[in-house]
């Protein structure tokens, strides 16, 4: 089922590696011609062009954009009562984690009289996005909104597509997290007209105003990830997201048992979802080949995870040793990276790319993917070679606060207007030289004064 990929033989160059190791994901460009009329009809429609294109895509219309209050408290009082111990665990783990993520700012002084200081301002509203295609997301909500209030998000509003099920409403357990998180703002919209709907705002059906954010965060399909790149320019996205990935980097050590267990349950996502055992082992990767053809015979979502396993984007690469792994590893650069050899501390904190890094056997993805307190939503594609995954540093901006009397100012005056002439902008030194000349005659009007 998992095609292979044979490294031994010396370790390939970065170039030679992105165009050998197994890489899914998604042509958002295919899709731009078809997701930008909709971004526009709802830029120009508001609530009601989004309401149209669930109505076509859902199936389902609900009365209003905005969820009821009270829809929200009661999908909590129906919660299982496991399933929210379950959930207030996730969040409780979450926010421990996500609290010690906090800035406070500093100021620096350049010199006497002159000080810059760094100031942390969190983004004023943000629209969180929880997808709800083959499964529920629950967990999303919590790894949206944690850290959005852990960094002292004021505003916030969540949507989720409305399901036909439940009477135009997002997911009753989607709506649970929402309210023992204490969001209040419940948009039942999904796909693409979600995130324009979130961008331009608009007014309700019932004529409330639906009032447009700064930020957009969350995964979603791939029309979900073409409308944050139309929308980018208006608002800002935590990243454009593809299928979901992970790689296994693993020695004779490792248990296949639960090796083909991790590769399965990312497979289980979707069709297109990732899974990349990296091994110097040839007897691992057979016995992991039968453990993944005898689990998948038993799993729920058989036929998915299959399709996943076999396609171009999943596989066993063979290489000669760790260190080789390592290289390999970091070239793919996954979502998800587990290290299942020996002394898997020391391995794991030699990697330098992954979004993030579960060590040893009992650290499993989906520990991260709910309970860990760490963050599930990761970056994807190999982008986790330059960006990290979701946090409070994800809506907080640093903002300079430049501080200098005229003492502070004449000393770097020269260097000021030397560096303008340079670069041919002689009103940029012009007006330091300005405010030279009036200190200068501030303190002779200020010297006859006191005569």
């Known amino acids: 089922m998992l095609a292979r990929t044979d490294l031994r033989g010396g370790v ?7 165009r050998a190791l ?8 295919a899709v731009l011609d078809v997701v930008a009329p909709l971004v526009a009809a709802v830029r120009d429609g508001g609530a009601q062009a989004a309401l149209d294109a669930g109505e076509r895509f859902d199936r389902v219309r609900p009365s209003t954009v905005r969820v009821p209050q009270q829809a929200v408290v009661d999908a909590l009082d129906r919660l299982d009562p496991d399933v929210r111990r379950a959930l207030t665990e996730t969040i409780d783990r979450a926010r421990r984690v996500h609290a010690d993520q906090r800035r406070s700012s500093t100021t620096t002084e350049v010199a006497p009289g002159g000080t810059v200081t760094e100031k942390w301002i969190p983004v004023r509203r943000v629209g969180l996005y929880v ?4 499964a529920v997301y629950p967990s999303s909500v919590v790894m ?6 852990e960094a002292g998000v004021r505003s916030l509003v969540v949507a989720s597509p409305p399901q036909a099920d439940f009477g135009g409403l997002p997911h009753p357990i989607v709506l649970a997290a929402c ?3 204490g969001v209040s703002e419940v948009w039942s919209v999904g796909g693409a007209q979600s995130v324009a709907l979130l961008t331009y705002g608009g007014t309700d059906t019932d004529g409330t105003e639906l009032e447009p954010v700064d930020m957009i965060t969350g995964p979603g399909n791939i029309y979900v ?3 944050k790149r139309l929308c980018r ?3 800002g996205i935590d990243s454009e997201a593809g299928p979901t990935e992970i790689a296994i980097l693993a020695d004779d050590s490792a248990d296949p048992v639960l090796v083909a267990a991790d590769l399965i349950s990312q497979a289980e996502h979707d069709v297109m979802a990732a899974s990349v055992l990296v091994t110097d082992s040839v007897d691992l990767a057979d016995a992991v080949d039968a453990e993944v053809e005898r689990q998948v015979r038993t799993t729920k979502h058989g036929e998915r995870v299959r399709t996943a396993l076999s396609g171009p984007q999943s596989g066993i690469v063979l290489v000669d040793d760790v260190d080789a792994g390592l290289t390999v590893v970091d070239a793919y650069a996954a979502e998800h990276l587990e290290i299942q050899t020996r002394d898997a501390a020391t391995v794991a904190d030699r990697v330098d790319n992954a979004g993030a890094i579960f060590v040893g056997a009992y650290s499993p993805v989906s520990l991260g993917d709910y309970c860990a307190g760490s963050n599930h939503v990761l970056p994807t594609s190999g982008s986790a070679r330059y960006s990290s995954g979701l946090s409070v540093q994800t809506f907080l901006r640093g903002v300079h606060l430049i501080d200098y009397d005229s003492a502070a100012l004449a000393e770097v005056a020269g260097h000021v207007v030397a560096l303008a002439d340079a670069e041919d902008l002689p009103a940029h030194g012009d007006a330091v030289r300005v405010r030279q000349t009036d200190s200068a005659r501030a303190g002779s009007r200020g010297n006859e004064g006191s005569r």
Do not use: E, F, H, K
């Open 179 to 181: 309210a023992l998180l």
């Open 233 to 235: 320019s208006v608002v």
């Open 225 to 227: 990830t073409a409308a």
């Open 12 to 18: 390939p160059s970065t170039a030679q590696l992105r």
């Open 131 to 134: 997808p709800g295609g083959n």
């Open 144 to 149: 949206n909104v944690v850290p959005a209030q």
């Open 22 to 29: 197994p890489r899914g994901g998604t042509d958002v460009d």
